[in-house]
């Protein structure tokens, strides 16, 4: 009976051992593979990065300061990481904005092509990668991008039109999580204008603190406070809702005055003027459409509505929009086209850079009452903001990822 119990316990102590070896290795092994990917995706440029491995699944968090856009740096990650791993199948690569979430990139490789998926179901991927250390932090990094200011008017009788060229180089950090701290001057380099105009005078553009509060599967809140360009001081914030998949719901407010320079000096109104707006913004992934319609209070008081309708060429958006306010209309058309290089990478910790995209808006009608009135206007807090840049659209996503990683888009 000793002998038997002898051998029992040998047994077990073998099987053990041979067990915690195994483990060891496969530890090391997906350590190895951890390592090897978080390589790949910092020589790509891509910052707070955080990964798990597991047989053929990566799951992913990272930031794209490299790459153009939304969906390039997504593909890119897929495609860099599949190169030195090629075993992994399945990718959920979980995209911040601010180091806050925004939309999950599912993709599974088949024997020669990808199924690719986008929408917000972030959560398992958040409780996986919750404990994992961020590498490659983006925190206190600094960009200086150079942004060019055209402005024309062609409603002159003497001569073809009014302009400005200006320059307003953005200074832009990110401190903590959500947070952006940007200073923004706006230089004049060449101009015609009528006496008084306050484009004569550098003038502080988006120069601000603003807050990603919260973002997830159903809700985003943001909230800036400070200068804002359109000649603006004050506070604003933007509560949307995820609808569905394609439709956000939105309502925006804030409260501010008028803040310029003028022959006599500074300008700084009180801040009595409140906009509110109810908004609705929809995305049609056949025509690649981007209908929005926006109703409420404009910051000068006058009532009334916004259609946009834009038209995402991959990398551009092209729109024309039409407002009625205050009994009065306009009309017009705008543009976000790309500008900078596709990849501009962050190899120091500062860096100066071109925009991603240059964007304009054009207003085709501009009646006496409606142009003496303000009516009609609005303004932005951040240098890039566009219908290009940070448009998280899971759709819109989902088409491009799929054709970059198929071979139909570069």
């Not at 090897?36 to 047989?55: M, N, P, S």
């Not at 903590?176 to 015609?192: A, E, K």
């Not at 394609?246 to 407010?253: F, K, P, R, S, Y």
């Amino acid at each position: 009976m000793n002998t038997f119990r002898q051998k029992t316990k040998t047994w077990r102590l073998l099987a053990f051992t041979v067990a915690a070896v195994l483990t060891q290795t496969i530890s090391a092994q997906q350590d190895t593979r951890e390592a090897l990917a978080l390589q790949k995706l910092k020589e790509q440029g891509f910052e707070d990065l955080r990964l798990v491995i597991k047989a053929d699944t990566m799951v992913a968090s990272l930031e794209d300061h490299a790459y153009r856009g939304t969906f390039r740096g997504a593909a890119k990650a897929i495609q860099s990481v599949n190169e030195v791993l090629p075993e992994i199948l399945h990718f959920e690569i979980l995209l911040t904005d601010y180091k806050m979430p925004q939309v999950v990139v599912h993709a599974l490789k088949r024997e020669s092509s990808w199924d690719i998926a986008v929408d917000r179901e972030m959560e398992y991927a958040t409780s996986v990668l919750e404990h994992k250390k961020n590498v490659a932090s983006s925190t206190g990094k600094i960009d200086i991008t150079v942004v060019p200011m055209v402005s024309l008017v062609n409603n002159k009788l003497d001569h073809l039109f009014d302009y400005a060229i200006r320059i307003a180089p953005a200074i832009a950090i990110t401190p903590w999580r959500g947070g952006r701290i940007t200073l923004q001057p706006i230089i004049p380099i060449s101009y015609r204008l009528e006496k008084g105009d306050t484009k004569h005078y550098i003038q502080m553009g988006c120069t601000n603190i603003s807050q990603q509060l919260l973002s997830n599967k159903r809700w985003k809140l943001t909230a800036a406070a400070g200068f804002f360009h359109m000649e603006r001081m004050g506070v604003q914030a933007n509560l949307t809702l995820h609808a569905t998949k394609m439709l956000d719901i939105a309502l925006e407010a804030g409260q501010t005055g008028e803040t310029y320079v003028h022959k006599g000096g500074i300008h700084l109104g009180k801040w009595k003027q409140t906009n509110i707006m109810a908004k609705a913004d929809y995305y049609e992934p056949h025509t690649k459409l981007q209908i929005e319609l926006q109703g409420g209070r404009f910051p000068y008081g006058d009532y009334g509505g916004r259609l946009d309708v834009t038209r995402h060429f991959s990398e551009y958006a092209i729109g024309v929009y039409g407002i009625l306010t205050g009994g009065e209309h306009n009309a017009g058309f705008h543009f976000a086209i790309p500008f900078g290089a596709k990849r501009q990478r962050r190899q120091t910790f500062i860096r100066l850079r071109l925009p991603e995209y240059y964007a304009m808006e054009y207003s085709m009608n501009s009646f006496f009452k409606y142009t003496q009135e303000n009516m009609g206007l609005d303004y932005m807090t951040q240098p890039d903001q566009n219908r290009a840049a940070h448009y998280w659209e899971p759709s819109f996503i989902e088409e491009y990822v799929s054709r970059i990683l198929n071979g139909s888009f570069k």
